[in-house]
């Protein structure tokens, strides 16, 4: 539907290469993106239509189902009470990524979250490979049942509440790990944890 839409209204000029003249659709349709959904958010869109946000984008409690691709923000991007699914590909948040309350069921294999990531009371099953989060990673009251290979978590990891059986191999948790409430009944040998762990086993 977005593609029909991007060629329906495309003004191929004379003389001018038509994939530029998609490239001038393309655009057209992230500045009303932006007009919609955070008209004051100032925002860079390079020749690749790659977009950077200075600041942080707050679209929670809102009607938005989706992000355009190639997205840098600056800040945080909140999406907390929205009807968001899935995530754009190359998406970089530099603070952080609040995700509570949606339908989300996974994430992109290329997301950066510089700060926290929230997926408390989410749908989410899976998480990527190689996943580095440098702030708190809530899992809280999330149907997911297993940690990727290689996750690294800057501060704490929550997973209280979910149906997880077991931790992955090479797992790093710089601050504290709350297994309470879950069916985890041993820890792997070569588990990392900065801080407490919290369970009762």
């Known amino acids: ?33 932006f007009k919609k959904w955070a008209p004051d958010a100032e925002y860079e869109v390079d020749d690749n239509l790659n977009i950077k946000v200075g600041g942080g984008l707050n679209l929670s409690n809102t009607q938005i189902t989706s992000l355009p691709d190639n997205l840098s923000i600056g800040g ?11 995530l754009p590909d190359n998406l970089n948040v530099g603070c952080n990524l609040d995700l509570n309350n949606t339908q989300i069921t996974s994430l992109p294999d290329n997301l950066s979250v510089g700060g926290d990531l929230y997926l408390n009371n989410t749908s989410i ?70 801080g407490k762990i919290y369970k009762d086993f």
């Open 1 to 33: 539907m977005k593609a029909q839409f991007v060629y329906e209204n495309l003004d191929f000029e004379r003389g001018v290469d038509p994939k530029h003249s998609i490239g001038i659709g393309k655009r057209a349709l992230i500045d009303r993106w």
């Open 76 to 86: 945080g991007l909140y999406l907390e009470n929205t009807q968001i699914t899935s």
């Open 125 to 194: 099953t899976s998480l990527p490979d190689n996943l580095n989060i440098e702030g708190w990673l809530d899992l809280r009251n999330t149907p997911i049942t297993s940690l990727p290979d290689n996750l690294s978590v800057g501060r704490s990891l929550d997973l209280r509440n979910t149906p997880i059986t077991s931790l992955p191999d090479n797992l790093s948790v710089k601050g504290s790990l709350d297994l309470n409430n879950t069916q985890i009944t041993s820890l792997p040998d070569n588990l990392s944890v900065g």
